[in-house]
């Protein structure tokens, strides 16, 4: 099992930046993809980012050129940077991990293996 535990969350005003942090413990030899996806209320739930364990990236297009994902494998962290924030992009952020080594926005759009709680952006105008 993995454990993910999400941070940084919190009220900024449009334009403003935000940095997410997410933990992970446990069998963390597992992991390969890690990724970012946020879910605004009444909304289904999006993939925002993705990294593989060697680093390559994926962003969904609303997202490209304002927000970077990161990890730190040696502290068995992932980032995920926030510029230019909109109001759109106000959601519950959920931190995510996968085993498997396929690398693709249509393998991960569904979701991954494991799930942080998540932690709370909100964009105000």
């Known amino acids: 099992q993995v454990q993910l535990v999400e941070s940084g969350g919190g009220l900024v005003q449009a334009g403003g930046s935000l940095r997410l942090s997410c933990a992970a413990s446990?069998?963390?030899?597992?992991?390969?993809?890690m990724g970012w996806y946020r879910q605004a209320p009444g909304k289904e739930r999006e993939l925002v980012a993705v990294?593989?364990?060697?680093?390559?990236?994926l962003y969904a297009d609303s997202v490209k050129g304002r927000f970077t994902i990161s990890r730190d494998n040696a502290k068995n962290t992932l980032y995920l940077q926030m510029n230019s924030l909109k109001p759109e992009d106000t959601a519950m952020y959920y931190c995510?991990?996968?085993?498997?080594?396929?690398?693709?926005?249509?393998?991960?759009?569904?979701?991954?293996?494991?799930w942080g709680k998540g932690t709370l952006v909100t964009v105000s105008s």
């Open positions: 990294i593989s364990r060697g680093g390559t990236t």
């Open positions: 446990g069998s963390i030899f597992s992991i390969n993809a």
């Open positions: 995510a991990a996968d085993r498997r080594t396929l690398f693709s926005v249509g393998a991960f759009r569904g979701g991954m293996d494991y």
